[in-house]
């Protein structure tokens, strides 16, 4: 492989700050790439959480190609992360302008629409993007969201199925659906959803907390304390934990 290959591979597996180096070195030596490394170094900026970087680099990789979508959205992409909305949506747009038939622009359009809580737009550019490839977990989940966030919430399950599915990794998928699921009142339903959840991120103390919920509202009392003591094991002081073994306290003494 190549070095570019090598960052290619790198970043693929979230190895971010050795992709930037490998992409740097490709850049110096690879001279045929050098619009796509800079792009790549961007992205990695962007991963590492430093977007005024990547700004910086998409801004020299947009000398060398100024019509190329990917540069264009990934420096939007970056103005998101720096929270500058302004600056955004112009370079969102003007990716659409040089290749309207690109699905990662309309996903971030989505995402964008998203952010500024314009629901039924970002409904329609995730819908968009999924008309060019359907197969994108990430966007079927940010779909199931938005339809969540519309109270449609038999689409929203359907999205996280389709994200789930695509993607056995979109934990996300899993969890929101159990959350759904609890609002809907389906305790039992839901638990298996965040037991799923626990077995790959036994940490994650919001999964603790609405494992605990649910098998509250089921009356199974036991349960419910195992899994509030996970949390306390964590986070001694979480609020909500606490509160939950308060409440528990009260249903065993009445």
């Given at each position: 492989?190549?070095?570019?290959?090598?960052?290619?591979?790198?970043?693929?597996?979230?190895?971010?700050?050795?992709?930037?180096?490998?992409?740097?070195?490709?850049?110096?030596?690879?001279?045929?790439?050098?619009?796509?490394?800079?792009?790549?170094?961007?992205?990695?900026q962007?991963?590492?959480?430093?977007?005024?970087?990547?700004?910086?680099?998409?801004?020299?990789?947009?000398?060398?190609?100024?019509?190329?979508?990917?540069?264009?959205?990934?420096?939007?992409?970056?103005?998101?992360?720096?929270?500058n909305?302004?600056?955004?949506?112009?370079?969102?747009?003007r990716a659409?302008?040089?290749?309207?038939?690109?699905?990662?622009?309309?996903?971030?359009?989505?995402?964008?629409?998203?952010?500024?809580?314009?629901?039924?737009?970002?409904?329609?550019?995730?819908?968009?993007?999924?008309?060019?490839?359907?197969?994108?977990?990430?966007?079927?989940?940010?779909?199931?969201?938005?339809?969540?966030?519309?109270?449609?919430?038999?689409?929203?399950?359907?999205?996280?199925?389709?994200?789930?599915?695509l993607?056995?990794?979109?934990?996300?998928?899993?969890?929101?659906?159990?959350?759904?699921?609890?609002?809907?009142?389906?305790?039992?339903?839901?638990?298996?959803?965040?037991?799923?959840?626990?077995e790959?991120?036994?940490?994650?103390?919001?999964?603790?907390?609405?494992?605990?919920?649910?098998?509250?509202?089921?009356?199974?009392?036991q349960?419910?304390?195992?899994?509030?003591?996970?949390v306390?094991?964590?986070?001694?002081n979480?609020?909500?934990?606490?509160?939950?073994?308060?409440?528990?306290?009260?249903?065993?003494?009445?």
């Open positions: 492989m190549n070095l570019f290959e090598q960052g290619d591979e790198l970043y693929s597996n979230g190895f971010y700050q050795e992709a930037y180096e490998k992409f740097e070195l490709a850049y110096v030596n690879e001279v045929e790439n050098r619009a796509d490394c800079l792009n790549y170094m961007a992205c990695c962007i991963q590492l959480g430093n977007p005024q970087q990547a700004i910086e680099l998409l801004d020299k990789a947009l000398k060398i190609s100024p019509a190329w979508e990917r540069l264009l959205f990934n420096k939007g992409r970056a103005y998101l992360k720096l929270g909305y302004t600056e955004t949506l112009p370079y969102l747009n659409i302008m040089a290749n309207p038939n690109n699905q990662d622009a309309y996903y971030y359009l989505g995402v964008y629409y998203e952010k500024t809580a314009e629901y039924e737009i970002a409904k329609q550019y995730y819908e968009k993007s999924l008309e060019i490839d359907h197969e994108q977990a990430e966007t079927h989940l940010n779909l199931g969201v938005i339809y969540w966030r519309l109270d449609d919430k038999e689409k929203a399950l359907k999205q996280f199925d389709i994200a789930y599915l993607d056995k990794d979109c934990l996300d998928a899993l969890w929101n659906k159990g959350c759904i699921l609890c609002s809907l009142k389906q305790f039992g339903d839901a638990i298996p959803y965040f037991e799923k959840v626990y790959n991120k036994p940490s994650d103390i919001e999964n603790l907390n609405e494992m605990a919920y649910a098998y509250f509202k089921l009356n199974d009392f349960q419910a304390l195992k899994w509030l003591n996970k306390l094991e964590i986070e001694p979480n609020e909500r934990a606490l509160k939950g073994i308060r409440a528990v306290s009260e249903r065993l003494h009445k």
